[in-house]
């Protein structure tokens, strides 16, 4: 199963004015670049854990239906199913009967479940014949503090050591910070 963001997040897990709180800067001279150190930050962050960290829309790619009931959707916290289309039999995009199928927001990775009684279409053999848009992420309130705060270690690092290696000073890293704070929401990857 291949999977990829359609449409990013709105808005980043840590704002700009947390972030530069965070290395105590005034001033709005920065602001464009640490705003692109938050972005950066997230996006490091969601390929750890392999979710997403804030609600965007990704889609999965598959060659066919399971032959299970059910399909895990890679992502973390499911939001809600936006469609699933497939390609039949004679070659024809088209979109699952919404009713046929429900989406499961409470297990993480979240699931594509199909209705009682129901069964998967007959799709064509062929790459990508179904797809399955869907919204991840938690609200940008609900992030939770160890995610973020792993985010402000990131732009913190990110902000001050702008090569990547630092001549003539003692080196500590904070990755172990970083992934300390991440691995509780790290999910196994697809």
């Avoid at 179904?130 to 705060?149: F, L, S």
């Amino acid at each position: 199963m291949l999977r990829h963001v359609v449409t990013p997040p709105a808005s980043e897990p840590v704002s700009l004015a947390e972030a530069k709180d965070h290395l105590r800067l005034e001033g709005d001279d920065d602001d464009a670049y640490v705003t692109v150190l938050i972005q950066a930050a997230r996006q490091h962050a969601e390929e750890v854990c392999w979710r997403g960290m804030v609600s965007q829309t990704w889609e999965a790619v598959l060659e066919g239906f399971p032959c299970a009931s059910e399909m895990e959707l890679p992502g973390g916290n499911l939001g809600t199913i936006s469609s699933v289309t497939y390609v039949d039999a004679d070659g024809s995009e088209q979109t699952l009967d919404p009713d046929t199928y429900e989406a499961d927001t409470v297990s993480v990775p979240g699931r594509l479940l199909l209705a009682y009684g129901e069964s998967w279409p007959a799709t064509r053999c062929q790459w990508n014949a179904v797809r399955v848009r869907y919204t991840v992420g938690w609200a940008v309130d609900d992030v939770p503090a160890p995610i973020k705060q792993a985010l402000l270690l990131l732009v913190a690092q990110m902000y001050e050591n702008r090569v990547p290696e630092i001549t003539g000073a003692i080196v500590s890293k904070v990755d172990f910070a970083v992934n300390a704070l991440l691995s509780p929401y790290r999910l196994v990857a697809f």
